[in-house]
């Protein structure tokens, strides 16, 4: 991941779900990256390179590669 970013917006929501929303600037191939975490276990990432990841906080996840096929655990 790129080491440059500005943080956009932050916070926990009224069911102590937390986010993070980041600028990566315009030389990544998805510059308005966030991730967020529930309070049930579940987290999801949107990345700067284009991929994202969600894992249940069940033992199964999934991935999105940039430009390819989602791979699911």
């Given amino acids: 991941m790129p080491d440059s970013y500005t ?6 929501n009224s069911q102590g779900n937390h986010y993070c929303a980041r ?3 315009s030389g990544t191939s998805n510059s308005n990256s966030f991730h967020y975490s529930n309070n049930d276990g579940s987290y999801y990432y949107s990345n700067p390179n284009g991929s994202t990841y969600y894992n249940d906080g ?7 590669p940039p ?5 699911k655990s």
């Fill in 7 to 12: 943080y956009k917006s932050s916070g926990t």
């Fill in 23 to 25: 600028d990566y600037g």
């Fill in 58 to 64: 069940k033992g199964s996840s999934t991935y999105n």
């Fill in 67 to 71: 430009g390819g096929s989602s791979r």
